[in-house]
């Protein structure tokens, strides 16, 4: 009896390998007959232990063995780096892995059919689930659900709305540069900076929370750590630990200080989610309505029955995605701008011009932002070039297949498939862009 609960311990790691191969082998043969090179991964990429220790296992691989398959599609965000160069000869592949086959797309024609056809092709719910760290929210939903909470979610940004966000980005990059002039030393931290500006450009314009950039921030409130912005940023910079564990867990007493301090922090968040949308609440008692996105939530849902829990998920899915994204593209528009200095007269020009007669000027955005296309050119062409959307997650149901068409030819995609339309890929496709693609 002894023996036997010393071997089952040991048993364990070989009946999961053999699982995970068996599972393997079964999704090759599936794969096979798709009619796409295939590319096999001992892993799935949406492992939880895999995602947090890729980086560090790849960066291993890579070091013994050179930039092998594993090393290149196994590392966590690939097709940032790898671009188009997967597409070289085919318009997709499919990548086997024990959990599911994932069919990575660089056709346009092939990636609109995905999207127009939203039915066929919907975002897959337990791979999503995980945003739900505060509540259901657009990112996890679909169907009439997902349609009836964008209806929602997307009533806050409009040509009204932007001039919030000018009049504040313009506040905020103002005290930023006044940082950078005063500093002796050259700076080397725009990566976060950019991330503060972000942060505090969401917070002022989208949830009337305006927070300084070199000043010290507000206290946090009586009974809590952090206050909004620094629970918030604590967040962001732990995002995938959060998304994988889930606050609950994080909130154990027998965790380290530092994981610990994470749990705290979306403690604290929940707490000023609650008590903006109570205010809110107060106000359109009262017959005010603020119509920033906190009050766009409340408002619908009181008159359109949008569940408490889906504003709590959705202001966390719109503070986790809007900041980030933001703040990579303007670091890397500024590298950029940096090692092409033409690119730089190009838009001070540009700039200079619009200003002329006032440098502080508040002019309306309807007024000011037709007058900049140089500075809207040089932003999309950032995203096109190194765009931090590093694909957007799509499957087969569970029950049926369905046809998609490449090149005049309908190819059969297996059920439960995931589906990945590579962005990074097709805007960097020769095909699309030219010989020159990557310049």
Known sequence: MTNSFVLLPALLPIVFLLHNLYCLFLNYRTASKIGFPLVIL????????????????????????????????????????????????????????????????????????????????PHPFEMMAMLDVFGPNISTANGANWQRQRKVTSAPFNEQNSNLVWIESLRQTREVLQFWKSSELPIRRTAKD?????????????????????????????????????????????????????PKFLTSKFLPASWTRIGQATVDFKFYMTEMVNEEKSLIAKGKYGGDSISANVHDKITKGLAEEEIYGNIFVYNFAGPDTMAITLNTAIYLLAAHSEAQDWISEEINTVFANNHDSTESYNEIYPKLPRCLSVLLETLRLWN?????????????????????KPITIPADTRVMPSINAIHSQPRYWGSDSLV
Request: net charge positive.
């Open 42 to 121: 001992p892993v799935s990429p949406d492992n939880p232990i895999w995602m947090l220790t890729s980086s560090h296992l790849t960066g291993a691989v890579k070091c013994v063995f050179g930039d092998i398959w594993l090393s290149r599609y196994g590392r966590l965000g690939w097709e940032y780096y790898d671009k188009y160069r997967s597409y070289l000869e085919y318009d997709a592949f499919v990548l086997v892995t024990p959990g599911k086959n994932w069919i990575y797309v660089c056709n346009a024609e092939a990636v609109i059919e995905i999207f127009q056809r939203r039915n066929d092709f």
């Open 194 to 246: 950019t991330r503060t500006l972000s942060l505090h450009m969401l917070s002022g314009a989208g949830f009337g929370k305006s927070y300084s950039f070199s000043k010290s921030a507000e206290a946090a409130k009586p009974g809590h750590i952090f206050n909004y912005r620094d629970s918030l940023a604590l967040i962001l910079e732990n995002i995938l630990v959060i998304l994988i564990f889930g």
């Open 388 to 408: 931090p959307l590093i694909g957007i997650a799509k499957t087969t149901t569970p029950t049926y297949p369905q046809t998609l068409t490449f090149n005049g």
